[in-house]
């Protein structure tokens, strides 16, 4: 099964190649558009894996439940076109035995080789002040897919290395991370924003997101009409 | 003669912005609202109708498109458009057949271009998804906006589209409404979905311009920062 | 010291590589990442930046930090909402922004803030500009993509579309007049831009995306 992104780093699209049998899990609302020979399946648990039940979680940003898409294709020379709900990036990862926690906004689609696990509470809610973010952790040898808001970037951590709290779409389980203040002054943590970093150690990739979708909520939302 | 338009589409697929240089004497017409700058030597008179924002509206029964048009009227001179919301924007030249356009993703059109909100087969399209359609008929240039970035796709024969994703195909496509169960977790109520997948099946030969975002998720999530009323 | 404008224009960022007293001002939630070792400390900019300073889209208080290193490091420096970024290289001179596009700049650019007079009152954006001034390089951003034009004469920009101009650019916002005005930008304002000099714009406006929006809802 091949994949292409498209249209980076905004309008991000994966357009899929598949042959017959190929399968791959995506988050449900993901679909675009296909060509005939797919089939779709709906579940809420991941399939060929020990994940939890992913009943009452609900994506942050769009409130929906988080029910999976199993696509298979019937036929040979299929193609699948996928996005995320947010605009911003996607970024393919190969995970080969190891383990990725990844921001549940941010899973979009993986395959068969991959375990969804949505029990992962490695965060504690305060962290987030309020938003509704879950975190899930997978784990296996396979295509993981991953969405941001905003353009993703990778740093490969080797020591230290600082994240805002907003920013974060998924990291390595090498990596160790605490939560801490920016800075030396309290002035940031009163105004725009908790202040809130994650300050990961050890040695381990990590995916950040450029931007931080509250952020344009907080200056659209006074220009709406109220509900 | 033609009356193609001199354009330019810059800074695609995410903020695209459309520059038209008019030749004195022509015109374009466009969505109210789309502007973003003109030439002093341009004049805009503007769409008869008042309010034409305050709904994305619903254009049922024949209503006239609700358009500004500007005219180089003391020379030649540039204007140019952009929408509201992060996307892109295609450029169509229509030469006597159709385009079938999402209402909302219409922009801008030059002379000798018609649009309709009600034809022969558009009735009962897409009615709970709140998807109205439009036809561009005639000859001339037609300029269209998506939601997110816009791929173009060669329907040979058979393809289907979740619904929320169309933004304009060529009337030489055939095109059939379905559900699928389970794309979009049906059954649960909420502000925006419909809560089933709906997805289009086209088949046929001719271009069909799909987007790569559904402007629902965006509304459901910044319903959130909305002010309420008892703060105003 | 290094900076990238990186992803531009659709969610671009700064990539600032620091090397040991290396310092860039920026604001206070603009840090996306950064590498060990940078301190941020956050400066008050004294009288010339008032607390009633808005951006251009909100009511938040502009504060700025101060970024330094004793070591090599990099930060990842970003805005509130998807857009283009660009930097200017001040020599001396001046620029207005809207005060809302400030991103960053190096600690010898002196920020200010400005009376626009009342002929530039954007409605609800208060009548503030900021101003940049001396030597430099200062970063901007935008929603939308950013885009420039020479003016020679007079240009007509639909208010909110605007972000920076030279100050050889004299600005008057005002009803597009009689029947027009509900139909530019939702709000029936446009700025009418006159004189010589160089205008940068931004290919979308707040103000048309909450029009969009509100449309919807």
């Not at chain 1, 990862?93 to 549940?104: E, K, P």
């Not at chain 3, 003016?151 to 008057?172: F, K, N, Q």
């Amino acid at each position: 099964m091949k994949h292409e992104l498209l249209c980076q780093p905004a309008s991000t699209a994966i357009r899929f190649s598949l042959e017959q049998g190929d399968e791959l899990t995506c988050e449900v609302g993901a679909m675009i558009a296909m060509t005939k020979g797919i089939t779709v399946e709906t579940t809420s648990k991941s399939r060929g894996g020990s994940g939890g039940i992913m009943k009452g979680l609900k994506r942050m940003f769009s409130g929906e439940n988080f029910f999976l898409n199993h696509f298979t294709a019937q036929q040979p020379n299929q193609s699948l076109i996928i996005g995320p709900t947010m605009l911003g990036d996607c970024t393919h990862h190969a995970l080969s035995g190891g383990a990725m926690i990844v921001q549940g906004s941010s899973w979009v689609a993986s395959d068969s080789g991959i375990q969804i696990d949505t029990t992962w509470q490695g965060f504690s809610s305060a962290f987030f002040s309020g938003e509704s973010m879950f975190w899930v952790k997978c784990s296996g040898a396979g295509n993981l897919f991953l969405s941001s808001y905003g353009a993703i970037y990778s740093v490969e951590v080797d020591g230290e290395y600082t994240v805002d709290s907003g920013h974060i779409v998924a990291f390595e389980d090498t990596l160790q991370f605490r939560i801490g203040k920016a800075g030396k002054s309290l002035i940031g943590s009163f105004f725009g924003g908790e202040g809130l970093v994650c300050k990961f150690s050890g040695r381990g990739t990590l995916y950040c997101q450029t931007h931080n979708p509250p952020s344009l909520g907080k200056l659209l939302g006074p220009k709406l009409k109220p509900r | 003669m033609t009356n193609a338009l001199d354009y330019k589409i810059d800074f695609r697929p995410d903020f695209s912005l459309l520059t038209i240089n008019l030749q004195p004497g022509q015109k374009v017409h466009a969505e109210p609202s789309a502007m973003a700058s003109m030439s002093p030597t341009l004049t805009m008179k503007a769409a008869l109708k008042g309010g034409a924002m305050k709904s994305l509206g619903r254009m049922f029964g024949g209503e006239s498109m609700v358009v500004n048009t500007f005219t180089a009227s003391k020379g030649p001179g540039e204007v140019v458009f952009a929408p509201g919301h992060l996307g892109d924007t295609q450029h169509y030249r229509l030469t006597g057949g159709s385009l079938i356009l999402q209402r909302g993703a219409f922009m801008v059109h030059g002379e000798g271009v018609e649009i309709t909100g009600k034809w022969q087969g558009a009735k009962g399209f897409f009615s709970g998804e709140g998807l109205v359609l439009l036809k561009a008929t005639g000859t001339g240039d037609v300029f269209f906006n998506s939601y997110g970035a816009v791929i173009e796709i060669d329907v040979t024969d058979n393809y289907v589209v979740d619904t929320g994703y169309i933004v304009a195909f060529e009337d030489t496509l055939q095109y059939q409404i379905s559900t699928l169960p389970g794309l979009r977790g049906g059954g649960i109520k909420r502000l925006f979905f419909s809560g089933e997948g709906l997805v289009c099946q086209f088949s046929g030969q001719g271009r069909l311009w799909i987007q790569t975002r559904y402007v629902n998720p965006f509304l459901s999530w910044i319903n959130r920062f909305r002010p309420t009323t008892k703060n105003n | 010291m290094e900076v990238t404008i990186r992803n531009a224009p659709s969610f671009a960022n700064l990539l600032v590589n620091l090397d040991p007293g290396d310092r860039i001002v920026a604001e206070a939630d603009a840090m996306a990442s950064m590498s060990s070792g940078i301190e941020m400390t956050t400066r008050w900019n004294g009288g010339v930046f008032r607390a009633i300073a808005r951006r251009i889209f909100g009511g938040e208080s502009i504060f700025v930090n101060e970024f330094k290193s004793t070591q090599s490091g990099h930060i990842v420096i970003t805005q509130p909402f998807p857009g283009d970024m660009a930097c200017l290289e001040l020599k001396g001179n001046t620029m207005f922004l809207q005060p809302g596009a400030y991103i960053a700049s190096e600690p010898q650019v002196t920020l200010g803030l400005g009376w626009a007079g009342i002929r530039s009152f954007i409605s609800g954006e208060g009548l503030f500009r900021m101003k940049v001034s001396g030597y430099g390089r200062v970063w901007f951003g935008a929603y939308g993509a950013i885009f420039t034009r020479q003016v020679e004469g007079e240009y007509i920009v639909d208010t909110g579309h605007l972000v920076a101009y030279e100050p050889t650019i004299g600005i008057r916002v005002g009803m597009a007049g009689g029947i027009f005005a509900s139909f530019f930008g939702g709000e029936g304002l446009i700025t009418r831009v006159n004189g010589q000099g160089k205008i940068y714009m931004q290919s979308r406006s707040f103000e048309g995306l909450a029009a969009w929006t509100n449309a919807h809802l």
